[in-house]
């Protein structure tokens, strides 16, 4: 498997504009995840999904973030509008679906709002 | 609710020196920890994991950490570093009632020569 892929992997946009990050989980996985990573907030979970119905979605910081998984190979977080806030650097994750079982992370998509 | 600390933000340390990164969670209920490793520009990868059984884990790269509930600690250890160890690391908890999988802030660990 070639792991979880994110794209894209650097995305420079302009504020106002609309962003999606998309997200292909490891086959088999039924848990996805979405971080963002800032030097001033670490590593902060935003929502995530079990068999593509989103679980908890306390972390979205605002009705301009939106996620779906509308089928368990495919995941969107959307930006809409965008702001220079939310220039950080955005991880998929994936997991089999226990607590007990590690999550393998994408390489991340580099978020740049200008 | 859960949650993790990591009391230090960076750890300076001379090659080949022992290294001690501190993890401290919070959990009403049985807890899995994590130890994750970030190298620049990449995503995280897993350096081991406590799920039950033997309280010292070990991992990969030399590493292990050792399980305490009555600390509720999770430190990671290594006894003796390389430059490649150089990069992030972050302790992690889930739970048994969740799938959900909170971070620390992470630890910068720098290695010199």
């Known amino acids: 498997d070639a792991g979880v892929i994110q794209s894209p992997r650097h995305e420079v946009t302009e504020m106002g504009q609309e962003v999606t990050l998309r997200c292909k989980p490891i086959s088999g996985h039924n848990s996805l995840f979405w971080y963002r990573q800032t030097m001033m907030r670490g590593l902060e979970l935003l929502i995530y999904f079990n068999n593509n119905v989103p679980i908890d979605d306390s972390g979205m910081p605002e009705d301009r973030f939106s996620a779906k998984m509308p089928n368990a190979s495919f995941s969107t977080l959307k930006i809409q509008p965008s702001e220079p806030r939310d220039s950080a650097v955005y991880f998929c994750a994936s997991s089999p679906g226990t607590g007990n079982t590690e999550a393998f992370f994408g390489q991340g998509t580099r978020l740049t709002v200008v | ?113």
């Open chain 2, 1 to 113: 609710a859960q949650s993790v600390t990591q009391l230090d933000s960076q750890v300076p340390v001379f090659e080949e020196a022992p290294v001690e990164l501190r993890c401290n969670y919070s959990s009403s209920v049985s807890v899995y920890l994590f130890w994750y490793v970030q190298y620049p520009n990449q995503g995280l990868q897993l350096l081991l994991k406590y799920l039950s059984g033997s309280t010292l884990v070990k991992g990969i790269n030399g590493f292990e950490a050792e399980f305490n509930k009555s600390q509720t600690s999770f430190h990671l250890r290594k006894p003796s570093v390389h430059i490649s160890d150089t990069a992030e690391y972050f302790c992690a908890v889930s739970g048994d009632n969740t799938d959900k999988l909170i971070f620390g802030t992470g630890t910068r660990l720098q290695v010199f020569p």
